[in-house]
């Protein structure tokens, strides 16, 4: 009989920042989508996991281009490899500061309340999965343990000040089910109250699940992970 994961139930999160969650999920799910269908040059690197992202840059900043010009928005494109920028003194003496999430989206604090949370940062970590072959489970485990640790763990603190962050997986390699299967297993061992994941696509080869937990070394501690997938595994151009 498989154990049952504790539901948490969060307090709700300011409005202002549900809807600036919201838009940067979908401007993700966009340009994930259009990733899965590049036919680019093939002599662009794309073997590593930062070559992924860096492609993955270029598509974020077509949508947000298109998006401010057909919507008259101000939507920034996100930044890649940012350092977590140190907001009061403190935060000096912090070694986490300098830490760099794949991407980072700045939400401005309407009513911040103090220095140290005059911005919300959204942070999202991409991760290659599905590489392995046999009963290996590097992939799946990097997923996890280099993945959605670093949000609750103080070596990293991703998500500090933030109800939400954000986990993109490469699948590329491996099935869904072989790859969401060892995910899953690793989830149980290494993340208390972190229920498992779901790992399917829609017709764009993009797919969404999220997990409500509480978080133990980083506030606030009521945490919402949101896991976008996307499938690479058809594309030629990542076949590796």
Not at 102 to 122: Q, Y
Not at 158 to 170: F, L, P, Q, S, V
Request: one cysteine or more; hydrophobic letters at 35%; aromatic letters at 10%.
């Amino acid at each position: 009989m498989e154990e049952e994961y504790t539901t948490i139930k969060l307090p709700k999160a300011p409005r202002f920042w549900q809807l600036f969650v919201e838009r940067r999920v979908e401007l993700f799910v966009c340009a994930l989508a259009r990733l899965a269908q590049w036919d680019g040059n093939p002599d662009i690197p794309r073997e590593q996991e930062n070559d992924v992202s860096k492609l993955l840059c270029v598509m974020l900043t077509d949508v947000c281009s298109e998006w401010n010009e057909k919507y008259d928005m101000a939507i920034l494109v996100p930044a890649w490899e940012c350092p977590k920028a140190p907001r009061v003194t403190s935060d000096l003496l912090d070694v986490t500061v300098g830490k760099r999430p794949d991407f980072t989206c700045v939400c401005p604090n309407p009513r911040p309340g103090s220095h140290d949370n005059i911005e919300i940062p959204l942070h999202i970590e991409c991760k290659i999965i599905g590489k392995d072959k046999g009963r290996q489970t590097k992939y799946k485990r990097h997923y996890v343990d280099d993945g959605i640790v670093r949000f609750d763990n103080e070596s990293h603190k991703y998500g500090k000040g933030a109800n939400h962050g954000m986990m993109i997986g490469y699948l590329v390699g491996e099935s869904a089910e072989a790859v969401q299967h060892i995910v899953n297993q690793v989830i149980k061992k290494d993340i208390a109250d972190h229920g498992p994941l779901c790992i399917s696509f829609d017709s764009s080869k993009v797919g969404e699940s999220k997990n409500v937990f509480s978080r133990r070394y980083v506030d606030p501690q009521p945490f919402t992970l949101i896991h976008l997938w996307v499938d690479l595994r058809d594309n030629p151009f990542f076949r590796t």
